[in-house]
């Protein structure tokens, strides 16, 4: 029986394994392909290099061995010119992956991650004075652009995780390629096929279904580098709230990711709005109710170029002086149990989309912002996300909060109805010694990964703040003072001359109300609307006021203010 080798396969589907003989020949190994993607052609090619180099024929004489391949190598599947459809797309998209996600027949990778795989993402240095004796043509050692991931450098800049386009440069560098380090869902089901010769889970489980153990390490990248709110007044309206009824509160983040130079091939989660859903909240504890809104929101954030990046929670308790009481901390928590887990739930309905594995998602970019105390007993932010890790443990429901102490969570046992595999985290004793321990229970700081919360030094602002006007009530507050209903917007909207249209609607909190106005149906005509909001066409927007819905609106505002 001749020697098998695998070899991997990275296509527009994702990567996938293919075995193939060691002695046969290259038509063989097209075949195995194609049986393995199934695909609805052989109208396909295989290289050695992502940029179409190094072509490997489909050939009935060429042998494998010839090819150069040999086992663990990597291969690049590319359709050839004018063939669509050559993967089963439909069939593809509605099956679902074994971790729960489903297999897109292509993967769109958000726009800033498209941007950052173009570049090179070195660090240039520049000549140094001192020690490059070389002509202005020439580099040396003292000079050579640093990789995006040099230890060094990050250490230097008091940067304390690799973006995550560094983290894929440093993993496919080298002889490899990466080859040796592929990208990896984690998965803690257990996974039973046809290659397994016993009844399904809890009547029988094998080395191939049974899930691996997982040591919990700190993950060494991030997918988001800073998260920066445009402007104070975001944050300063959504405390508001908290100042008048001392409640906490919750808000969804929306807003973009941009490229952020200050970390080698780094992403900023940029926040231009804050939503507030349906809520319960009182002085220690706050409940998201179902928002029947939910999908009107985030078809008017897509239409400003929005989308959802992260949510935002107070967690304030007033002392004298106008000061808070600070909680969090290393001598304490950063983040509960419980919001991990939360987190986690929110990264998981929000994956990265990401070409280099086989399910199109990697993790995620969905952040979290905590409004708390700090050392000086000042309201102030602090952002994290949640490791890879901590994501798998949420999604196959096997973390879980402890009772009393809310630095540790809890592996749950085994049941009849779930395999929970072991999960161990590394701590030091007393003498100083690494030693394994089971997570039952588990400190919750190896799944957490802190990211900076910024302001810009000049604030920016998608939706400009109206100078000497009334701001309009944010949604769902059961406030005296934040009442949303027609009057309120009456009031709001008359407060603008009819030059003014631009500066009225130009809100999110706004654009959202009349999305949902029952009295008049907008939401089907403010397409242009939206439109002439993201691009600050103010002629445009007044263009539209003259429409006939708007119009309608406007006699029923001005029946309103004069009751």
């Known amino acids: 029986m001749s020697k098998q080798i695998t070899v991997g396969v990275q296509s527009p589907e994702g990567q996938k394994r293919v075995q193939v003989s060691a002695t046969g020949k290259a038509e063989e190994l097209y075949k195995n392909v194609h049986k393995v993607f199934d695909m609805k052609s052989m109208e396909f090619g295989l290289y050695k290099d992502q940029k179409k180099k190094d072509l490997i024929e489909n050939s009935r004489t ?56 173009k570049q090179d993402g070195k ?4 000549r140094d004075s001192l020690h490059c004796t070389h002509n202005a043509n020439s580099q040396c050692v003292h000079c050579i652009p640093l990789d995006p991931f040099d230890a060094n450098y990050l250490k230097e800049k008091q940067i304390k995780f690799l973006s995550f386009h560094s983290y894929l440069r440093q993993i496919s560098g080298g002889a490899s390629k990466g080859k040796f380090t592929p990208l990896r869902n984690i998965s803690c089901k257990v996974k039973h096929s046809s290659s397994c010769s016993h009844q399904p889970y809890p009547q029988g489980i094998c080395s191939k279904c049974q899930p691996s153990a997982i040591t919990l390490n700190r993950q060494p990248w991030r997918h988001v580098d800073c998260i920066m709110f445009e402007n104070p007044q975001l944050v300063d309206r959504f405390l508001q709230f908290w100042r008048e009824s001392g409640a906490q509160r919750v808000g969804w983040l929306y807003g973009r990711y941009e490229v952020y130079p200050e970390v080698p091939l780094g992403i ?3 926040v231009c709005a804050i939503y507030e859903p349906p809520q319960e909240g009182s002085k220690d504890h706050v409940k998201i109710l179902p928002d029947s809104n939910d999908h009107i929101v985030a078809e008017v954030a897509k239409s400003l170029g929005l989308e959802r990046i992260g949510w935002i929670f107070t967690d304030l308790v007033p002392a004298a002086n106008g000061q808070v009481k600070t909680y969090r901390g290393v001598e304490t928590h950063f983040l509960s149990a419980q919001e991990i887990i939360t987190s986690g739930h929110y990264q998981n309905l929000l994956p990265n989309p990401c070409r280099s594995v086989e399910e199109g998602v990697f993790g995620s970019k969905f952040v979290t912002v905590c409004v708390t105390g700090n050392q000086d007993k000042e309201i102030h932010m602090e952002g994290y996300q949640v490791s890879n890790q901590c994501m798998a443990l949420v999604r196959d429901n096997i973390l879980i909060p ?6 540790l969570a809890y592996i749950r046992e085994s049941t009849e109805e779930n395999y929970v595999p072991d999960v161990f985290f590394m701590e030091k004793d007393k003498y ?9 229970p588990l400190p919750v700081e190896y799944l957490l990964i802190d990211v900076p919360v910024s302001t810009p030094k000049e604030p920016q602002f ?5 100078k000497e006007r009334s701001l309009f009530p944010v949604e769902n507050r ?14 709001y909207i008359s407060q603008f001359r009819s030059a003014e249209f631009f500066d009225s609607v130009a809100d999110f909190h706004v654009l959202i109300f009349m999305a949902t106005l029952d009295i008049v149906s907008l939401r089907e005509f403010m397409g242009s609307l939206l439109e002439s909001v993201r691009t600050g066409d103010r002629e445009a927007a007044r263009e539209w006021s003259y429409l006939e819905p708007w119009t309608n609106v406007k006699a029923l505002v001005q029946a309103s203010t004069m009751n």
Do not use: C, M, W, Y
């Open 62 to 117: 060429k042998s494998i061995s010839a090819a150069g391949l040999r086992h663990g190598d990597r291969l690049f599947l590319f359709p050839k010119s004018k063939v669509e459809n050559l993967f089963k797309t439909a069939e593809a998209s509605n099956t679902p992956a074994d971790n729960g996600f489903k297999v897109p027949s292509i993967v769109i990778e958000d726009e800033v991650d498209r941007i950052l795989q």
């Open 123 to 126: 660090i240039e240095r520049g």
């Open 268 to 270: 900023k989660a940029v």
């Open 402 to 407: 402890t009772k009393d102490a809310p630095e």
């Open 432 to 440: 100083g010694n690494e030693i394994k321990k089971l997570g039952r």
């Open 462 to 466: 998608t939706f400009p703040i109206p």
């Open 478 to 491: 059961l406030l005296e003072s934040s009442i949303q209903d027609f009057n309120s917007f009456a009031r």
